[in-house]
């Protein structure tokens, strides 16, 4: 079976590696006579709007594909690139939908570390070239009631403080000439900093099924498919890709000698069983907040707003196999 690829490259991710690295990508495919189409992201969303045209376009061919080849959409970039790359193909909402492949260059690379890829950009291209068939893994859902809006995630939707911090870190006036010398993590720890202190608890109610849990003082809520967020930190060690679940991390405001230990520990994956962090292990949950509280999905800023949403899961077939 032959397979072609469709690669949205963003250019732009991690501080701009993906463009400088391009070339010897490049070079990998075609010593190898792999059948691609290139096309470039040039705005926030354009990746989106790329892959659900791809999608709608080729529609016909995956509902009869003996006499095609397999269409494969390969995003390289970062996270939010995989994150805008699935969700433009989660629109188009195929009864076949097409597989999706990753190439991690962006900054934190997240969803690779999730699924056990290589970091090595030469072996996570042989981990999509060398896949011979689909491999479904489960992604996360969400529906905001109070804003009538659904979407799909790979890696987290976060709530509060590491939601806070990617705000932070891109409306910083020195994120721009920090990307330029490619050290835009730097904008990252100055925000990390900023928000520990500056954060402040907030409501939660968590619905589970019949059950019902209040927080008064939340910190951080993630939803996570997977155990990594904020570039390789263990939120949730138990989550798995291929288990049909979300865990649910919240860990509510303590002083700042206690928020420094939960750190400490949560650094080292060993922060679950602290009385002031909760976990929970379902299929699916609503969470609710009264107040404006910053949003994360996928490491891609969500804006401040009210919390009223349901997530949940589904399986969606990805072209890598992190085996090989």
């Known amino acids: 079976m032959s397979v072609s690829y469709y690669i949205i490259l963003n250019e732009f991710a991690g501080s701009g590696n993906a463009k400088k690295i391009w070339p010897q990508i490049k070079d990998a495919l075609d010593e190898r006579h792999v059948e691609y189409e290139i096309v470039r992201s040039a705005y926030s969303g354009h990746t989106r709007l790329l892959a659900r045209q791809f999608a709608k376009q080729h529609s016909d061919e995956q509902n009869n594909p003996s006499n095609q080849p397999r269409h494969v959409v390969l995003a390289i970039g970062g996270d939010g690139t995989l994150h805008q790359a699935l969700s433009g193909l989660d629109d188009a909402q195929l009864d076949q939908p097409i597989p999706i492949a990753y190439l991690p260059v962006g900054s934190g690379n997240d969803f690779a570390k999730g699924i056990k890829m290589a970091s090595q950009w030469r072996k996570a291209l042989d981990q999509v070239l060398n896949c011979t068939s689909e491999n479904w893994l489960t992604i996360g859902t969400y529906f905001d009631a109070k804003k009538q809006t659904k979407g799909v995630f790979t890696n987290n939707i976060g709530i509060g403080f590491d939601a806070a911090v990617v705000t932070s870190a891109n409306s910083a006036k020195s994120k721009r000439w920090l990307n330029h010398f490619h050290v835009g993590t730097l904008s990252y720890l100055a925000a990390i900093i900023g928000v520990f202190y500056n954060q402040t608890a907030f409501p939660l109610t968590v619905h589970i099924g019949q059950h019902r849990d209040i927080y008064p003082r939340a910190y951080l809520v993630t939803i996570t498919n997977h155990p990594y967020f904020g570039g390789g930190v263990k939120i949730a ?54 107040s404006i509280e910053y949003g994360q999905i996928d ?13 949940g899961i589904k399986q969606y077939p990805f072209w890598i196999d992190p085996t090989i």
């Open 237 to 290: 060690p138990p989550a798995s890709v291929h288990d049909p679940n979300l865990d649910l991390v919240v860990i509510e405001k303590s002083n700042i000698f206690k928020l420094l230990f939960i750190s400490l520990l949560l650094s080292m994956g060993r922060h679950l069983k602290l009385k002031s962090v909760h976990h929970y292990h379902v299929n699916k949950l609503h969470v609710s907040v009264s």
């Open 299 to 311: 490491g891609e800023e969500m804006g401040g707003r009210y919390w009223d949403t349901y997530f």
